[in-house]
């Protein structure tokens, strides 16, 4: 009995001294209002610190000696930002560093969604910062001096994550015939598009919305995949010829036919939110440039396929045509980050048609009873079933409601009226693939482009975007059939500052 009641205790003694070292490293220092501290630093670096606060200047961050100081402040950030630290601000504001420095913070907030909040170099939006947790405190990064705190953008059952700043978008121009015009008019859209990413301010009012985002990466393919080695006219002019086509290469070709267009750019362009006016208007100009590709490319549209291997890495199962692999740590190295949010932008007047078996494009192959327009249709073992797609997609990123997917493709502008569901919008009339009457060599049209032409039913790509949706990430659908693509580009802002405040659906 004696040893049971002194194993007891033993026991009860060492979970109160267990108990007690978390209570102690639990404990939150928090720096008072007002507080203050100030050191000279020169290009050997230096720490600087209040209560429970440090900030570390590394070597070689400054050129020459300078005065810095950190102070605890009384002012209110945005409403939809919930502050869970004091706001310190750090003097001279807008000193640059030229390495990073580090800056720890306690906070008493939800460690789930904890993020450091820096506001811009130049101007008063929040930036939330790439934090890394331990403990209590919250570690970041920042090249400049301005104000930040620690906090969350969100709140309730929705708020899982912390936010988000980095957004890496793909966008995906079907460039065969008859595209140009629906080039241009996304183009239009790109200078709200960037400045509303990189401010935060979603309706243009002057009032911060949603997290600035600190750098927003843009790449452009295009839907040629090639013939599969097959002669089919338009289908030989990608850099891989009408072996691979473009391949799902970024693109660096400017259309030097455009005013201000450069013949050649790098492989992505980027804009954030410490971006200056001209370097906006660059980054406009880069994706205008290099967007609006023109429509010479293969007919025989692969647009999922171009999209996935632009993504996927070599270390991916995934395999593309004649056993090779994604371009993500290859050809487009550099482009696609890790825990960046990742949207895909489809923007094309036909169904996709990803070839699984490349017998299909031959135009004298076994398939060679149907006309080449209706093959895909007509011979649906030969593609890609979607399911490639959409677990590919997944499969690049550890939230779902990381991958934002879009398109802009031929759904009838009415049957998006009223906010409808994907399976809705699938069920419509006009969005079945349906031989036409009057010219069986090709489907019958979903929509008309005004002025320009018509559009067909991009079932496979909706289907794309309702099966992501059910997943958990974001599927939006617009119509190219519009003569203005604001609403879909409204649609696509709203998914991402949802994910930028760290919402997870």
Known sequence: MRSRHVLLVSILMLAAALSGCTQSHDRIEMPALGETAEITVGASGGTLALTGVEITIPPGALPSDRQVRVT?????????????????????????????????????????????????????????????????????ESTHFSQAFVGSACEGDDCCDQANGELDVVLMVDNSNSMSEEQAALAAQLPRLARALASGDSNGDGVQDFPALESVRVGVVSSDMGAGGNSVPTCDGGAGGAMFGDDGVLRTAGRTSLPGCDASYPAFAEVGADSTSAEIEGFVRHVSCVGT????????????????????????????????????????????????????????????????????????????????????????????????????????????????????????????????????????????SVIDPDMPTRLTPSCEVPGIGNAFPPRRIVEVARDLDAAGAHGVVGSICQDDFTPVIDAILSRVASRARGECR
């Open 72 to 140: 605890v402040v009384d002012e209110t950030p945005p409403s939809w930002l919930r502050p869970s630290s004091p706001i310190l601000r750090f003097e001279p504001e807008g000193l640059e560093f030229d390495q990073p420095i580090e800056v720890r913070i306690p906070f008493s907030g939800d460690s789930r969604t904890a993020t450091v909040f820096w506001s811009q170099r130049e101007g008063d939006a929040f930036v939330p910062r790439a934090t890394r947790i331990e403990g209590r405190v919250a570690i970041a």
């Open 293 to 432: 590709i023109g429509t010479g490319g293969c007919g025989f549209e692969q647009q999922l396929e171009s999209m996935l291997k632009a993504v996927t890495p070599a270390t991916s199962p995934l395999r593309f045509f004649d056993d090779t692999m994604g371009h993500a740590d290859g050809e487009n190295a550099g482009f696609l980050r890790d825990d960046s949010m990742l949207a895909v932008v489809m923007l094309t007047d036909e169904d996709d048609c990803s070839v699984l078996d490349p017998e299909i494009i031959d135009p004298s192959g076994e398939y060679s009873s149907v006309d080449l327009n209706l093959r895909c249709h007509a011979f649906p073992e030969a593609v890609h079933d979607t399911e490639r797609y959409v677990d590919g997609l997944l499969a690049l990123r550890d939230q779902p409601a990381d991958v934002i997917f879009a398109s802009v493709a031929g759904v009838p502008t009415d049957a998006l009226e009223g906010d409808p569901s994907l399976d809705t919008i699938l069920s419509d009339a006009r969005m079945q």
